[in-house]
Structures are given as structure tokens and as C-alpha cells.
């Protein structure tokens, strides 16, 4: 006689399992979502997306994906931080102190008709 095995309730089934491992997966190779950090747990039949996203469409596409992947509700505690380009340092800026070179065109590149 074969018996079904069932976990426990407090302990993570291997279906709750590859759920979290599946999504994870489709979130990190998603377009749009390559510079966000989003953290999936699967918990007592709810989906939790935890972390950090650029805007606020790749956090409504991060909980897109875990609603169509997945038939258990999903919680999300995603912030939204914004990403910020650095400015480059003066340095870049400061003109050459070579006098022989100072103002004159250094290489210069000719059409040959």
C-alpha cells in the first residue's frame, strides 16, 4: 500500500520550491529588468517579490511575471530608487598643459576621393 507524502505545513514543499526557482529565473533574464534586484520566497501559497527596481514598470512587469507563472496570489515590497548617472571628473575637462600641442589639431582623419 503506498501512502502520499505530505510536508509539513511550515516546511517548503519542492513545488513552492521550483516555483521560486522558475521565477527568479524568468525575472532575471527578462528585458528591462537587468539593473533591478528582486528576491522571490515562496510562502504559504503567496508569491513575494522583495528588492529593488528602476521604475515603476519593471516593478509591474517583475509581479506580471510572477502573476502569469505562477496561480498563487503575489505580494510585492518592491522599491523603486532612481538610477543616477555619474558626471564625469574635471579632469576629462582640463586642456592639455603641452604648449607645442595646445590648439593645434593633433590627427586629423582625410577622405581620399
Request: net charge neutral; glycine share 6%; hydrophobic share 40%.
Amino acid at each position: 500500500m503506498l501512502f502520499p507524502v505530505f510536508s509539513p505545513p511550515g516546511e517548503p514543499s519542492s513545488g513552492h520550491c521550483a516555483t521560486c526557482a522558475a521565477i527568479r529565473s524568468l525575472i532575471a533574464y527578462a528585458k528591462g529588468l537587468e539593473d533591478c534586484q528582486i528576491e522571490v520566497e515562496v510562502s504559504q501559497g503567496i508569491v513575494t517579490l522583495a528588492g529593488y527596481a528602476s521604475c515603476d514598470a519593471a516593478v509591474e512587469k517583475a509581479i506580471g511575471i510572477a502573476a502569469d507563472f505562477s496561480s498563487m496570489p503575489v505580494h510585492s515590497t518592491i522599491n523603486v530608487r532612481e538610477t543616477r548617472v555619474a558626471m564625469p571628473s574635471r579632469t576629462a575637462f582640463r586642456p592639455s598643459k603641452d604648449r607645442q600641442s595646445a590648439g593645434k589639431i593633433l590627427y586629423m582623419k582625410r577622405d581620399l576621393i
